[in-house]
């Protein structure tokens, strides 16, 4: 697409276009996003990989039958029970005791 297409696809003069090919200036976001609607794409903002919340257990808890998380649920509340049932009174995380 030419710069003079792109112009007229989006609106934003195609002096400014040009300036932003040659690194001489940066868009605002508002203008990238009218150019990149006007190519068929959009801005889409998303956290970096490797930060913010992991999804990944999410996405493969979703996946499952409502019956298959209830049993995961079930398991893992039992699990921690015996966690807990382990755990000797007066520990503490810290590793000192309390007694």
């Known amino acids: 697409m030419t710069q003079r297409a792109l112009a007229d696809a989006s609106g934003v ?6 300036r932003i090919e040659r690194g001489t200036t940066d868009p605002r976001v508002d203008t990238l996003r009218r150019l990149l609607r006007a190519t068929g794409s959009e801005l889409e903002i998303a956290p970096r990989l490797g930060e913010g919340v992991d999804r990944s257990l999410i996405h493969v808890t979703l996946a499952l039958t409502p019956d298959e998380r209830g049993r995961s649920a079930a398991r893992a509340g039992r699990n921690l029970a015996t966690l807990v049932g382990q755990a ?3 520990d503490r995380d810290d ?3 309390r007694s």
């Not at 003069?13 to 040009?18: G, K, L």
């Open 13 to 18: 003069p195609q002096s400014s276009i040009a």
């Open 88 to 90: 000797r009174p007066g």
């Open 95 to 97: 590793g000192t005791d």
